[in-house]
């Protein structure tokens, strides 16, 4: 059994909050939550939902081909 959790990169993500909203406070803001709560899914304290993901890239202008590259970028693991 497996029990090791997979982490995402979120760095191009972080980058393209700060380049379309300047801040993660302020996209906190255009999605009506905490910059507590987009800390945590950033920091892969939280998962996001599909639906989340969805209403993020449509703020954020991510088209669905890029999806991959801005959420399901592995971490990569230092042994």
């Known amino acids: 059994?497996?029990?090791?959790?997979?982490?995402?990169?979120?760095?191009?993500?972080?980058?393209?909050?700060v380049?379309?909203?300047?801040?993660?406070?302020?996209?906190a803001d255009a999605?009506?939550?905490?910059?507590?709560?987009?800390s945590y899914k950033l920091n892969n304290k939280k998962k996001?939902?599909?639906r989340e993901?969805?209403?993020?890239?449509?703020l954020l202008g991510i088209p669905d081909r890029d999806i991959n590259l801005y959420f399901f970028t592995k971490s990569v693991q230092n042994v």
């Open 48 to 50: 996001f939902e599909d």
């Open 1 to 17: 059994m497996c029990t090791s959790q997979v982490t995402f990169d979120y760095c191009k993500l972080r980058g393209r909050i």
């Open 31 to 38: 999605l009506k939550t905490s910059e507590n709560q987009v």
């Open 53 to 58: 993901i969805l209403h993020w890239c449509e």
């Open 19 to 27: 380049e379309k909203f300047g801040s993660q406070r302020a996209f």
